[in-house]
Protein backbone atom coordinates (compact mmCIF):
# COMPACT_ATOMS: atom_id res chain seq x y z
CA UNK A 1 0.00 0.00 0.00
CA UNK A 2 2.84 1.99 0.80
CA UNK A 3 4.14 1.82 -2.97
CA UNK A 4 1.10 2.29 -4.68
CA UNK A 5 0.48 5.62 -2.29
CA UNK A 6 3.36 7.10 -2.20
CA UNK A 7 3.57 9.11 -5.35
CA UNK A 8 0.10 10.60 -4.04
CA UNK A 9 1.63 12.16 -1.16
CA UNK A 10 4.40 13.26 -3.14
CA UNK A 11 6.57 11.23 -0.82
CA UNK A 12 8.93 10.26 -3.67
CA UNK A 13 8.13 10.26 -7.41
CA UNK A 14 9.13 11.71 -11.12
CA UNK A 15 7.38 14.05 -12.88
CA UNK A 16 8.88 13.89 -16.28
CA UNK A 17 6.81 16.50 -18.18
CA UNK A 18 8.10 19.31 -15.63
CA UNK A 19 11.92 17.73 -15.89
CA UNK A 20 11.85 17.26 -11.68
CA UNK A 21 11.84 14.76 -9.06
CA UNK A 22 9.47 14.93 -6.10
CA UNK A 23 10.89 14.12 -2.91
CA UNK A 24 9.10 14.61 0.74
CA UNK A 25 6.97 17.19 -0.77
CA UNK A 26 9.67 19.05 -2.10
CA UNK A 27 10.64 19.47 -5.93
CA UNK A 28 13.85 19.32 -7.29
CA UNK A 29 15.11 19.89 -10.98
CA UNK A 30 16.97 17.78 -12.66
CA UNK A 31 20.39 19.94 -12.33
CA UNK A 32 24.22 18.31 -11.63
CA UNK A 33 23.83 18.91 -7.84
CA UNK A 34 20.46 17.49 -7.52
CA UNK A 35 21.49 14.54 -10.13
CA UNK A 36 23.91 13.77 -7.29
CA UNK A 37 21.57 13.98 -4.20
CA UNK A 38 19.59 11.38 -5.98
CA UNK A 39 22.58 8.91 -7.12
CA UNK A 40 23.21 9.42 -3.11
CA UNK A 41 19.65 8.14 -2.24
CA UNK A 42 19.52 5.49 -4.82
CA UNK A 43 23.33 4.19 -3.21
CA UNK A 44 22.32 4.49 0.78
CA UNK A 45 19.05 2.51 0.00
CA UNK A 46 21.23 0.02 -2.09
CA UNK A 47 24.14 -0.23 1.19
CA UNK A 48 20.44 -0.65 3.04
CA UNK A 49 19.09 -3.22 1.36
CA UNK A 50 22.36 -5.11 1.19
CA UNK A 51 22.99 -5.06 4.68
CA UNK A 52 19.18 -6.79 5.25
CA UNK A 53 19.91 -9.37 2.89
CA UNK A 54 23.35 -10.34 4.65
CA UNK A 55 21.66 -10.55 7.89
CA UNK A 56 18.15 -11.51 7.42
CA UNK A 57 17.63 -13.08 3.48
CA UNK A 58 14.76 -12.48 1.12
CA UNK A 59 13.08 -10.30 3.74
CA UNK A 60 12.06 -8.17 1.24
CA UNK A 61 10.79 -10.60 -1.00
CA UNK A 62 8.86 -12.30 1.83
CA UNK A 63 7.20 -9.11 3.27
CA UNK A 64 7.42 -5.88 1.46
CA UNK A 65 7.71 -7.28 -2.54
CA UNK A 66 5.51 -5.13 -4.32
CA UNK A 67 5.20 -7.81 -6.69
CA UNK A 68 5.19 -10.50 -4.18
CA UNK A 69 2.01 -8.89 -2.59
CA UNK A 70 -0.10 -8.88 -6.15
CA UNK A 71 0.66 -12.76 -6.28
CA UNK A 72 -0.38 -13.17 -2.97
CA UNK A 73 -3.78 -11.20 -4.07
CA UNK A 74 -3.94 -13.27 -6.66
CA UNK A 75 -3.56 -16.72 -3.67
CA UNK A 76 -6.38 -15.30 -2.13
CA UNK A 77 -8.52 -14.68 -5.01
CA UNK A 78 -7.88 -18.49 -6.27
CA UNK A 79 -8.35 -20.04 -2.94
CA UNK A 80 -12.19 -18.48 -3.25
CA UNK A 81 -11.96 -20.66 -6.26
CA UNK A 82 -10.37 -23.78 -4.88
CA UNK A 83 -6.67 -23.67 -5.83
CA UNK A 84 -4.89 -21.23 -3.36
CA UNK A 85 -3.36 -21.52 0.01
CA UNK A 86 -4.43 -18.30 1.50
CA UNK A 87 -5.81 -19.57 5.32
CA UNK A 88 -7.91 -16.31 6.15
CA UNK A 89 -9.55 -16.44 3.03
CA UNK A 90 -10.30 -20.46 3.32
CA UNK A 91 -11.01 -20.07 6.83
CA UNK A 92 -14.04 -17.55 5.71
CA UNK A 93 -15.28 -19.21 2.55
CA UNK A 94 -15.85 -22.87 5.25
CA UNK A 95 -18.49 -21.06 7.45
CA UNK A 96 -21.42 -20.83 4.67
CA UNK A 97 -22.45 -21.17 1.39
CA UNK A 98 -23.27 -16.85 1.69
CA UNK A 99 -20.00 -16.17 2.61
CA UNK A 100 -18.40 -18.55 -0.25
CA UNK A 101 -20.98 -16.61 -2.71
CA UNK A 102 -20.00 -12.69 -1.18
CA UNK A 103 -16.33 -13.93 -1.28
CA UNK A 104 -16.58 -15.06 -5.21
CA UNK A 105 -18.73 -11.80 -6.07
CA UNK A 106 -16.01 -9.75 -4.34
CA UNK A 107 -13.18 -11.56 -6.04
CA UNK A 108 -14.24 -10.74 -9.41
CA UNK A 109 -14.73 -6.99 -8.32
CA UNK A 110 -11.21 -7.04 -7.45
CA UNK A 111 -10.23 -9.07 -10.40
CA UNK A 112 -11.10 -6.46 -12.15
CA UNK A 113 -10.54 -3.71 -10.76
CA UNK A 114 -7.34 -4.49 -8.88
CA UNK A 115 -5.18 -4.33 -11.98
CA UNK A 116 -6.48 -1.08 -13.04
CA UNK A 117 -6.13 0.84 -9.53
CA UNK A 118 -2.35 -0.86 -9.63
CA UNK A 119 -1.61 0.85 -13.06
CA UNK A 120 -3.30 3.96 -12.13
CA UNK A 121 -0.92 3.99 -8.53
CA UNK A 122 2.31 2.75 -10.64
CA UNK A 123 1.59 4.95 -13.34
CA UNK A 124 1.73 8.18 -10.72
CA UNK A 125 5.56 7.25 -10.28
CA UNK A 126 5.68 8.99 -13.83
CA UNK A 127 2.46 11.39 -14.45
CA UNK A 128 1.32 13.91 -12.13
CA UNK A 129 -0.95 12.12 -9.92
CA UNK A 130 -3.57 15.13 -10.07
CA UNK A 131 -4.04 13.53 -13.71
CA UNK A 132 -4.32 10.22 -12.20
CA UNK A 133 -6.91 11.72 -9.77
CA UNK A 134 -8.98 13.24 -12.70
CA UNK A 135 -9.51 10.01 -14.59
CA UNK A 136 -10.51 8.12 -11.11
CA UNK A 137 -13.09 10.64 -10.72
CA UNK A 138 -13.79 11.05 -13.99
CA UNK A 139 -13.08 7.09 -16.24
CA UNK A 140 -14.25 9.66 -19.71
CA UNK A 141 -10.85 11.42 -19.38
CA UNK A 142 -9.24 8.54 -20.49
CA UNK A 143 -10.75 9.23 -23.69
CA UNK A 144 -7.86 12.20 -24.00
CA UNK A 145 -4.74 10.06 -22.44
CA UNK A 146 -4.46 7.69 -25.27
CA UNK A 147 -1.07 6.42 -23.46
CA UNK A 148 -2.04 5.79 -20.24
CA UNK A 149 -5.24 4.04 -21.06
CA UNK A 150 -3.28 1.91 -23.28
CA UNK A 151 -0.89 1.09 -20.61
CA UNK A 152 -3.72 0.50 -18.25
CA UNK A 153 -5.04 -2.38 -20.44
CA UNK A 154 -1.83 -3.77 -20.90
CA UNK A 155 -0.88 -3.74 -17.49
CA UNK A 156 -4.57 -5.30 -16.44
CA UNK A 157 -3.57 -8.17 -18.70
CA UNK A 158 0.03 -8.66 -18.03
CA UNK A 159 -1.33 -8.82 -13.79
CA UNK A 160 -3.80 -11.50 -14.75
CA UNK A 161 -0.85 -13.14 -16.61
CA UNK A 162 1.65 -12.79 -14.02
CA UNK A 163 -1.28 -13.61 -11.26
CA UNK A 164 -2.88 -16.84 -12.62
CA UNK A 165 0.35 -18.30 -14.60
CA UNK A 166 3.70 -17.03 -13.86
CA UNK A 167 3.28 -16.25 -10.00
CA UNK A 168 6.59 -16.93 -8.00
CA UNK A 169 8.55 -18.30 -10.84
CA UNK A 170 9.79 -14.97 -11.90
CA UNK A 171 10.90 -14.59 -8.36
CA UNK A 172 12.60 -17.94 -9.15
CA UNK A 173 14.08 -17.17 -12.57
CA UNK A 174 14.04 -13.90 -13.87
CA UNK A 175 14.11 -11.42 -10.84
CA UNK A 176 17.98 -10.14 -10.30
CA UNK A 177 17.61 -8.70 -7.35
CA UNK A 178 15.93 -11.70 -5.46
CA UNK A 179 18.96 -13.39 -6.49
CA UNK A 180 21.28 -10.94 -5.70
CA UNK A 181 19.36 -11.11 -2.08
CA UNK A 182 19.48 -14.90 -2.10
CA UNK A 183 23.85 -14.52 -2.63
CA UNK A 184 24.23 -12.05 -0.36
CA UNK A 185 22.84 -14.27 2.47
CA UNK A 186 24.53 -17.39 1.68
CA UNK A 187 27.37 -15.68 2.02
CA UNK A 188 26.85 -15.08 5.40
CA UNK A 189 27.43 -17.67 8.38
CA UNK A 190 23.97 -19.78 8.54
CA UNK A 191 23.71 -20.18 12.00
CA UNK A 192 23.82 -16.76 12.80
CA UNK A 193 21.17 -15.41 9.95
CA UNK A 194 17.39 -15.34 10.39
CA UNK A 195 15.28 -18.17 8.96
CA UNK A 196 12.88 -20.88 9.66
CA UNK A 197 14.34 -23.85 11.77
CA UNK A 198 12.29 -27.23 12.31
CA UNK A 199 13.71 -28.32 15.49
CA UNK A 200 12.32 -31.81 16.14
CA UNK A 201 11.48 -34.95 14.16
CA UNK A 202 9.06 -35.58 11.13
CA UNK A 203 7.43 -38.11 13.36
CA UNK A 204 6.29 -35.43 15.54
CA UNK A 205 3.92 -33.66 12.97
CA UNK A 206 2.11 -37.67 12.33
CA UNK A 207 -0.11 -36.34 9.70
CA UNK A 208 -0.07 -33.12 9.29
CA UNK A 209 1.51 -31.06 6.38
CA UNK A 210 0.39 -27.14 7.24
CA UNK A 211 3.68 -25.66 6.92
CA UNK A 212 4.27 -27.79 3.69
CA UNK A 213 0.50 -26.64 2.36
CA UNK A 214 0.77 -22.59 3.47
CA UNK A 215 4.28 -21.79 2.03
CA UNK A 216 4.06 -20.09 -1.15
CA UNK A 217 7.03 -21.23 -2.74
CA UNK A 218 6.46 -25.15 -2.60
CA UNK A 219 9.41 -25.81 -0.52
CA UNK A 220 9.09 -27.79 2.64
CA UNK A 221 10.26 -25.85 5.50
CA UNK A 222 11.29 -29.46 7.73
CA UNK A 223 13.70 -30.18 4.88
CA UNK A 224 17.16 -30.15 6.74
CA UNK A 225 18.77 -29.14 3.28
CA UNK A 226 16.06 -26.24 3.49
CA UNK A 227 18.28 -23.69 1.66
CA UNK A 228 18.27 -19.95 0.60
CA UNK A 229 19.48 -20.85 -2.68
CA UNK A 230 19.63 -18.95 -5.24
CA UNK A 231 16.67 -20.50 -7.23
CA UNK A 232 14.23 -22.14 -5.22
CA UNK A 233 15.46 -20.53 -1.81
CA UNK A 234 13.07 -19.58 1.08
CA UNK A 235 11.66 -16.16 1.09
CA UNK A 236 11.79 -15.55 5.10
CA UNK A 237 8.20 -14.63 5.31
CA UNK A 238 7.64 -16.92 8.34
CA UNK A 239 4.86 -18.17 7.54
CA UNK A 240 5.51 -21.33 8.07
CA UNK A 241 6.49 -20.88 11.47
CA UNK A 242 2.92 -18.98 11.89
CA UNK A 243 1.09 -21.75 11.32
CA UNK A 244 2.71 -24.16 13.38
CA UNK A 245 2.38 -22.52 16.25
CA UNK A 246 -1.63 -22.93 14.99
CA UNK A 247 -1.33 -26.36 14.90
CA UNK A 248 0.92 -26.98 18.12
CA UNK A 249 -1.26 -24.46 20.14
CA UNK A 250 -4.30 -27.09 19.61
CA UNK A 251 -2.09 -29.77 20.81
CA UNK A 252 -0.67 -27.86 23.72
CA UNK A 253 2.64 -27.72 22.60
CA UNK A 254 5.10 -25.12 21.45
CA UNK A 255 5.98 -24.87 17.73
CA UNK A 256 7.89 -26.91 15.45
CA UNK A 257 9.46 -24.47 13.57
CA UNK A 258 10.90 -21.24 15.22
CA UNK A 259 11.63 -18.15 13.00
CA UNK A 260 14.82 -16.68 14.23
CA UNK A 261 18.42 -16.04 14.18
CA UNK A 262 20.92 -18.69 16.02
CA UNK A 263 22.96 -15.74 18.21
CA UNK A 264 23.05 -16.80 21.44
S1 LIG B 1 9.89 -22.02 4.08
FE1 LIG B 1 8.63 -20.85 5.54
S2 LIG B 1 9.65 -18.86 5.70
FE2 LIG B 1 10.44 -19.88 3.85
S3 LIG B 1 9.12 -19.13 2.20
FE3 LIG B 1 8.24 -21.06 2.91
S4 LIG B 1 6.72 -20.44 4.44
FE4 LIG B 1 8.06 -18.67 4.12
S1 LIG C 1 3.04 -27.28 10.70
FE1 LIG C 1 4.38 -28.04 12.38
S2 LIG C 1 3.41 -29.97 12.95
FE2 LIG C 1 2.59 -29.45 10.93
S3 LIG C 1 3.96 -30.46 9.46
FE3 LIG C 1 4.75 -28.41 9.76
S4 LIG C 1 6.30 -28.64 11.39
FE4 LIG C 1 5.03 -30.46 11.46
Redesign the pocket.
Known sequence: MFFLFAPFFDIFRFDIRNNEFIFLGNHYSFTTSNGIYLALGFISSLLVFIILSYTKGRVFCGWSCPYGSVIEFFNAIRTVFGSGTNRAVYDFIKRSDAHRILAQVLSVVFLLIGPIIIALGLSAYLVNPSRILTIIMNPSALNSEAALGSWILLFSVLTWIVGFIVRFDFCRIVCIYGMGQSIIYSSNDQDKTLRPR?N?E?S???S?????N?CFVDLD??SESLFIGYGEGCFNCGD?AD??SV??NHRGKD???TFRSNKQ
Do not use: D, H, M
Open positions: FSLECGCTACVTPRCVCVQSLI
